[in-house]
């Protein structure tokens, strides 16, 4: 599975974006029938689950996020979505969208097998 992110930008506090993250190989994959999730990872720090969509729409999302961010898929693109309003410094960070095996999505950095490159947001106060 190859995953590609696109979206990040650098904005100032109170601002939007939306990443976008487009799948491709997957047929006989592991991850077909499984989940897509967002993940976010600053220096010196492990990466966090920021969102997460499962094989049966399942959502998950970290509770730092709640109300501010919405994650969608497209299923026929196996693509994902981040619409990120709101935004603050602390949401700055390398975004990732990673895809895994399994049908119910979680913020589990463990539970995913396929992982993009990432791309940058920079909120400035």
């Known amino acids: 599975v190859h995953l590609v992110e696109s979206g990040g930008d650098s904005v100032q506090a109170g601002g939007s974006l939306r990443l976008s993250c487009l799948g491709s190989?997957?047929?006989?994959?592991?991850?077909?029938?499984?989940?897509m999730a967002w993940f976010r990872q600053t220096p010196g720090h492990e990466r966090e689950g920021i969102a997460c969509?499962?094989?049966?729409?399942?959502?998950r999302y970290a509770e730092s996020v709640k109300g501010r961010f919405t994650v969608t898929k497209e299923d026929v693109e196996h693509s994902l979505f981040l619409q990120m309003n709101s935004l603050s410094p602390k949401d700055a960070g390398m975004y990732y969208c990673?895809?895994?095996?399994?049908?119910?999505?979680?913020?589990?950095?463990?539970?995913?097998?396929?992982w993009g490159q990432g791309t940058q947001v920079t909120v400035s106060s």
């Open positions: 969509v499962g094989h049966y729409d399942n959502i």
């Open positions: 190989n997957y047929r006989g994959s592991r991850e077909k029938l499984g989940s």
């Open positions: 990673a895809a895994g095996p399994y049908r119910n999505c979680d913020l589990t950095s463990s539970s995913y097998t396929s």
